[in-house]
């Protein structure tokens, strides 16, 4: 009696191994093999086999080649799947550290930018301190310079008597 076992070979195909094995080469010293209970109950084999068993048995083997392909398969889209997730990932967080790194040189950025708004807005507070006591001197000037350039009134003052006394600043104050 000859035994077969189902062997996966490296490219995924199944191959029938005899107990002489493949090309006659004998493997029961290298393999051990067990006997497999016969699934059928009855006893009595069939003396005249049905020529339709042969093709239920090709048939099996032919759906568990496909099962094993199908398997492989599985397991190697499954693995590019992996690998692509992976990539994807590696992209995300190179995509990531770029961002961060874009991020701090916008932050250091506006560090410097706001440094130079409160250099500027000290600059102006002290112009425009400067600009306002230039004008309140401008005025002074220019209404001294009006007083001087007045002809001169004589007055008499009841309680001095004394003539040509200039008359009080406070009416000519100048706008300008």
């Known amino acids: 009696m000859s035994m077969s076992m189902l062997h996966l070979s490296a490219d995924g195909d199944l191959m029938t191994w005899m107990e002489s094995g493949p090309a006659g080469l004998n493997i029961s010293n290298i393999i051990p093999t067990t006997q497999i209970p016969n699934p059928n109950p009855n ?8 020529p339709s068993g042969c093709l239920v048995e090709t048939e099996k083997m032919m759906e568990e080649r496909r099962r094993v392909r199908r398997k492989i398969s599985n397991r190697e889209s499954a693995r590019r799947s992996r690998m692509r997730k992976q990539h994807r990932l590696n ?4 995509r990531a ?5 874009m991020n701090q040189e916008m932050l250091s950025r506006i ?31 220019t209404t001294i310079l009006l007083f001087r350039r007045l002809p001169k009134i004589p007055t008499v003052n009841p309680t001095i008597n004394e003539p040509n006394l200039m008359p009080p600043l406070i009416n000519y104050v100048v706008e300008i």
Request: aromatic share 4%.
């Open 97 to 101: 550290n770029q961002l961060g790194a």
């Open 111 to 141: 560090t410097s930018l706001e440094h130079q708004r409160l250099l500027f807005l000290m600059e102006n507070e002290k112009l425009r301190l400067e600009s306002d006591s230039l004008r309140r001197r401008f005025n002074d000037l």
């Open 91 to 94: 992209e995300l967080e190179n």
């Open 43 to 50: 006893p009595n084999p069939n003396p005249n086999p049905n």
